[in-house]
């Protein structure tokens, strides 16, 4: 894994910066510590920074930026290719190969094949081509999104890197609200594409490619999307299925054992990080690595002894660490500057501590479990929403005066059981708003109105957040007839997935120099359970049915059938007292001007004396104002 910069001048006065380059190279070191290069072009027009971690072709010939036989098309490439050496025996015959990297298989399927090149490749990427013959640049991103890029355009000059303080090493680029962005973060804890939560620096989405001539013009092309027309496979058989999934699986974590470094993987016991064990010391002759990590004194969360079940029954070679209050409070500044826009998931604290003991036991590269509950539909709020759904959706028929009527007769059971009685999927229901906005939400669009400032919601009040989300329902139903489970998956695969879940994976295992692989977002497993009718995903009343299943024989069935609990467990007991003094403080006492600090007070105080669970929107609000006070303030002492 690596990462990736440049920058592309598109007007005739300018030319590329060296010092520029080599700033916005050398902050994202963490992203590549073990090599370092740089490419600027003969006439100063195109320039490249690449700092690299070294994982397949360990020697000096995986040096990157990268170059063709000719020298008129350049590369820097951050990912994983995993067939690459499928491909290069066909491109072997055309070309002469200095190395045994995956990068240079890149360069010559791109002079074969064209810009869809990226049709043949199967991995994870965020790769930048420059085509001198036609003054074209590309940039590509992966067709999941485990990968970011993030761009710019301003004043005759484009500018991309894998990370945004990169960018904002450009003097001419400043750091900047974006209103629209952040209005949109409100809801759904992360900023969806094509936005950043910087005024005009954006993100490509996953499964495009964007290309910009050298008069500045800028495309974008969508190349590949989850969901695709059923070919005439029994989906609906579930012997089937089983038999399907296993082989896709295996498949899948077995490429992703490709490495010229150590590898192993993040361990919590459940399902996912379980199957990855087990299906990996099938394949292996030494014992797999497995890291682990659990909160100090919160046993309830502590999944130790379900990960040291499948170390002692897969023999595996464990690694555990705690954690406490004071190691989430250490690194805050940390996690706030490698986020580089804020992702209001306390995952990150863990994630980031299991990630540096995988890096400071050697472990380079490490298997993840991310994805399987968004495509086998496995979190228990799905399975309500869907009951909702289709067991009470007649009662939108009645007159609203009735539905009304009703939901105040229930608004005492839910003040009972510590729900917002002002914003919850219920109430969507009986005021004929939609349910499903993201398996992740913090405010709806009535409870923004009272959360933002006055001036603020009078720029912004033409806006709802709900349009993206019907925009990808929009989008899908134009595909093929769906049923209501396939338009969830759809936009958590469109949102939540690659710009949260995926950039929490991607942001805190680069801050520790670890490359992390996520063997159940293989695109070939994707294509296959999305045709996987909602009947099979949950059965019975079982949540991901169907993979379950699947791994039936391959891992204990305690282990695949125990109540599901959350890596490190959740939002709700990650925010202890210690913690929560902090970021009420901290949200209180910023000074940004688009939050009502009059609301913020009653939200907090409700939150003391009632118990509703306002974790998601604490933890949301106090990454937004450390994050504004970082980068648009820039107090470097944000605590």
């Known amino acids: 894994m690596c990462g990736i910069c440049g920058e592309f001048i598109t007007t005739s006065n300018k030319e590329i910066n060296e010092t520029v380059l080599d700033k916005m190279t050398d902050i994202i070191e963490h992203r590549g510590p073990d090599d370092r290069g740089i490419y600027i072009s003969y006439d100063k027009k195109i320039g490249f920074g690449f700092r690299r971690l070294s994982i397949i072709d360990l020697s000096p010939n995986g040096h990157q930026p990268m170059c063709n036989e000719n020298g008129d098309i350049w590369i820097v490439f951050n990912g994983e290719i995993y067939n690459h050496l499928e491909i290069r025996k066909d491109l072997e015959k055309k070309h002469t190969y200095r190395s045994k990297s995956d990068t240079e298989t890149l360069i010559h399927a791109y002079e074969e094949y064209g810009e869809r090149f990226v049709d043949k490749i199967d991995g994870m990427f965020a790769i930048a081509i420059w085509d001198s013959r036609k003054k074209l640049l590309l940039l590509y991103r992966d067709r999941i999104g485990k990968k970011p890029l993030y761009y710019t355009s301003k004043n005759g000059k484009f500018v991309f890197a894998s990370e945004i303080k990169s960018i904002l090493q450009d003097p001419d680029i400043s750091a900047e609200v974006n209103e629209t962005a952040l209005y949109h973060y409100l809801t759904f804890i992360n900023t969806p594409t094509p ?269 709802n957040s709900f349009d993206l989300v019907f925009k990808a329902y929009n989008k899908l139903s134009t595909k093929k007839e769906v049923d209501y489970a396939e338009k969830m998956i759809y936009w958590e695969f469109k949102n939540r997935l690659p710009e949260l879940l995926l950039m929490r994976v991607d942001k805190m295992t680069m801050a520790t120099s670890v490359e992390a692989r996520v063997p159940f977002l293989d695109y070939k497993l994707v294509e296959f359970s999305m045709n996987i009718p909602y009947s099979l995903k949950i059965k019975n009343g079982e949540t991901k049915y169907i993979l379950k299943k699947a791994v039936e024989g391959i891992i204990p069935n305690e282990i695949i059938y125990r109540k599901k609990i959350g890596f490190a467990g959740s939002g709700k007991n990650m925010l202890t007292d210690k913690i929560y003094r902090i970021a009420k403080d901290k949200i209180l006492n910023s000074k940004n001007p688009y939050l009502n600090k009059n609301y913020l007070q009653s939200l907090l105080y409700e939150y003391e004396n009632t118990g509703i669970n306002y974790t998601p929107q604490i933890w949301m609000l106090f990454n937004f104002v450390l994050w504004y006070n970082y980068y648009i303030e820039g107090n470097k002492q944000i605590l």
């Open 195 to 463: 936005y950043t939560l910087f005024n005009n620096i954006y993100k490509l989405e996953s499964g495009h490619y964007l290309k910009v001539d050298a008069g500045g013009s800028i495309s974008k092309i969508e190349y590949w999307d989850c969901i695709v027309k059923k070919s005439d496979e029994p989906y609906d058989d579930e012997n089937y299925c089983i038999t399907k999934i296993r082989s896709l699986l295996t498949n899948a974590i077995e490429k992703r054992m490709m490495s010229d470094v150590p590898f192993g993987v993040f361990l919590s016991g459940g399902i996912d990080s379980s199957t990855n064990v087990a299906l990996m010391s099938e394949l292996m002759t030494r014992p797999v690595d497995t890291f682990t990590v659990a909160i100090k004194g919160q046993e309830n969360f502590n999944e130790f002894q379900y990960a040291r079940q499948i170390v002692k029954q897969f023999k595996a070679n464990p690694h555990e660490i705690f954690i406490d209050d004071n190691d989430f409070i250490n690194i805050l500044p940390l996690v706030v500057y490698h986020q580089d826009e804020p992702l209001a998931d306390p995952v990150c604290f863990p994630l980031y501590y299991v990630s540096k003991l995988a890096r400071d036991s050697g472990t380079i590269v490490i298997q993840v479990g991310e994805g399987s509950d968004e495509q086998f539909i496995g979190y228990s709020n799905y399975a309500r929403v869907l009951k909702l759904y289709y067991k009470y959706g007649s009662i939108k028929k009645l007159p609203a005066i009735i539905k009304r009527s009703l939901y105040k007769t229930i608004i005492p059971l839910l003040m009972t059981l510590k729900v917002d009685y002002r914003q919850n999927i219920i109430k969507n229901l009986l005021y004929d708003d939609e349910l499903f906005w993201g398996n992740a939400i913090a405010f709806y669009e009535n409870k923004k109105n009272k959360l933002l400032s006055t001036s603020y919601r009078k720029r912004i009040n033409h806006l």
